[in-house]
């Protein structure tokens, strides 16, 4: 059993790692970003709200995040663990997560978060907008406000988990195979 979060900016590879990770560890991968794009595309009431942050690089509100997030748990109680990509992003999500894992008597083992510089991250989702469709990754102004968002937001978020002695670092350029066995050898050095 293990739950880890994967975290880091906007474009910093979070998506990709999870869905090696998920397969690597068989986690249930629970990514925030594609549950709403899901709703979007479905026309849901929730998908209406959720857009209306979305497209303008601002982060949806923490009830309707936690909401969703708690729905989609509870789901998979059976789930050998998870793996949180793009959640939690505030201090009052990170304690809704603290709750919602105790329910299920587990815990998150670890934070790793992936390291990548703001001009990197610029012109990564710049290049991604060419094939993800995604209105938020096709407009500079808007990566520029979510990487804003993160750093006044989420960043923190590194120091909550920290403090518990779970939060990792580790650099988010490079190959993705290379990134990969990073993020491996620092889970298994945490995993008990
Ligand atoms: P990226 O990591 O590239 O920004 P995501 O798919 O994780 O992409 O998120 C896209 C958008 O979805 C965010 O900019 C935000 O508006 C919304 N979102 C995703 N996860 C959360 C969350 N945990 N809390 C609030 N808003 C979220």
Known sequence: MINLIIFGPPGSGKGTQAEKLERKFNLVHISTGDLFRSEIAEGSELGVRASEYMSKGELVPDEVTIGM?????????????FIFDGFPRTHPQAEALDSLLDMLDQQIDALVMLDVPEDEIVNRILLRSKDSGRADDSDESIIRNRFQVYQTQTEPIYAYYDAKGKAHKI?????????????????????V
């Open 69 to 81: 997030l708690r729905k989609k748990m509870m789901a998979h109680k059976e789930a050998e663990g």
């Open 171 to 191: 650099q988010g350029t490079g190959s993705i195979d290379d990134i990969f066995q990073k993020l491996c050898d620092t889970i298994s050095s945490i995993h």
